[in-house]
């Protein structure tokens, strides 16, 4: 039987640390996913501040792309979307404009 005292847990500030040193590195993946987006938009001739990726399909990169587990990759999508650097509508994720013109 494993109890809670077996696992070391690193204090609150160290994973809130870790956490929000993923955002650049996300925040660009993202950025890559919606540029093939916006594209696509272009193409139809449609709105390209339309352009979203699915939450699944972003996870999914977060994973494949820099190693991360589903629940470290959950962890990173869930503060981005606390500190307002992307919005989420239903299953669909996109960038706050103020983060992507910086």
Request: aromatic content about 8%; charged content about 30%; hydrophobic content about 35%.
């Amino acid at each position: 039987m494993t109890t809670n005292q077996h696992f070391q847990k690193a204090p609150e500030h160290k994973q809130i640390q870790w956490t929000q040193s993923w955002y650049e590195p996300a925040l660009k993946s993202l950025d890559s996913m919606l540029d093939v987006r916006r594209a696509n938009l272009r193409k139809i001739k449609r709105d390209e501040k339309n352009a979203m990726v699915l939450q699944q399909e972003f996870m999914e990169t977060l994973m494949n792309e820099h190693r991360l587990t589903i629940w470290q990759a959950g962890e990173v999508i869930g503060s981005l979307l606390r500190s307002e650097k992307i919005s989420k509508y239903g299953r669909f994720i996109q960038m706050n404009e103020e983060v992507g013109e910086a």
